[in-house]
């Protein structure tokens, strides 16, 4: 006998048999189901599976397959609070599109103005690179490892090197040698972070992922692939690069803003690349591990692979924000941190 269910999921109709209403409230007390209660047991059933196939897809931190996880089902307050697993962090058409409260806060920070309309420009980019809904794919068993590599002088003589280089992804930010250091830092880089003012080249297996503050930033990248003419924003710029387009991305603004927001509190006028990088990976990876970021065991701010003069001052940047958010998610296990000393 089979059974039709109608949208009142009170009617029920077996082959040859009129169509009866079960009646509402009706108690049977056979120790059989009647017809009409079975075909509401099965609907209820086919409801509540759906609605627990659409909590664990859309409403529920991603699933994961690491043993401990960026995001999870036992999330406290605080991080359900700042983290928004539905902001893009990087760039395509669908995610492109801002608010004007955001495009106002973008351009509010540029110290150089683009001449080109922002939807324009990123039209024009798309037909140059991929247009992708990058990193967005879960499933229960992924586990993604990540090591995001500052460039603090805390690497020297850590010897970190094959525990970075063991990680799914393994993001460099702006010019982080590994020639010479290989020891300490490692040898992959899937990711290269940089801004048009730190671009440099990178070998075919390099993703290079742009971080736009500015729409001069995203004009400039056509023009690194097709005019070459823009050569200065606030500094002369590299005009041409050594990239395979198809691994080019460029941060989302929308994204710039969330973390801005939501994880430094609006401290700051921006974040600085580091902190996002360490954004975007809690994002796109399931487990993070962090190096080279902070001072090194004398206290010194600086970088592993040159000398700079020692300087804790960071501009624009709310570095000590950054850095108290960076130890609150080492506290809380949300990352791991790796000091060097």
Known sequence: MSFTITNTLGNYRSRGEPELPCPTGAITHTGAMPRCKKANFLALTCVAAFLVYASQRYLSPRPCGCGRCVASAEDETWFRRRFDPSVSPLLSRRSSALSWDTYRWWKA?????GKAKYEDIVEKLFQLIPDKEHYTEVWPSRCRTCSVVGNSGN??????????????FVMRINRGRTEGFEDDVGTRTTHRIVYPETAMDVDNSTQLIVFAFKILDLEWL????????VSMTYQPVKTTLKVNRDKVMVLNPNFLKYVHENWLDKKGSYPSTGFLTLMMSLHICDRVK????????????????EKV???IRTGVHAGRVEYEMINSLSMKKKIEMFRGW
């Open 109 to 113: 920070l540029q110290y150089a103005s």
């Open 155 to 168: 690497l020297k003589g850590s010897g970190y090197g094959p525990l970075i280089d063991a990680s799914d």
């Open 222 to 229: 056509l023009s690194v692939f097709t005019t070459h003419t």
């Open 290 to 305: 962090l190096f080279g970021f902070g001072a090194n065991k004398n206290g010194d701010w600086d970088h592993y692979f």
């Open 309 to 311: 003069k020692p300087n």
